[in-house]
């Protein structure tokens, strides 16, 4: 099972991707077609062509690490922004139109850029 942090990341390869590309073509595409850092440990989707198949790269301490999942009927919907969030991923996976979701207004608290520069 994929676990995924409130606080993870979460980017979409808007592209179809082939599902036979392993960690070295797909963090290729984080690093390139991306322009993020594969090693950040945020996790980035590619889904391919027929919207059946996806895969999630993300880099752990120890490594790098592909989770798979292909549908047995359904699709997944198409994405229409490049970051998501971990619950709308989780959403995704579990075949809800993440699009057609509505947001409550909630207060979240952001870390500022100076933070980050040091975290």
Do not use: H
């Not at 797909?26 to 440990?41: F, K, Y």
């Not at 993440?98 to 975290?119: Q, V």
């Amino acid at each position: 099972m994929l676990r995924v942090g409130a606080s993870t990341r979460v980017f979409v390869y808007r592209i179809e991707s082939d599902m036979r590309w392993s960690f070295e073509r797909l963090s290729g595409v984080v690093s390139q077609g991306m322009q993020r850092e594969p090693l950040s440990g945020d996790l980035y989707v590619f889904l391919n062509r027929k919207r059946d198949s996806m895969k999630v790269l993300y880099f752990e301490p120890s490594g790098y690490c592909i989770w798979y999942k292909r549908l047995e009927a359904g699709r997944f919907s198409i994405l229409e922004k490049e970051e998501i969030t971990s619950t709308e991923l989780l959403c995704l996976l579990d075949g809800l139109e993440i699009n057609e979701i509505m947001r409550k207004k909630r207060f979240f608290l952001r870390k500022s850029s100076a933070e980050n520069a040091t975290a």
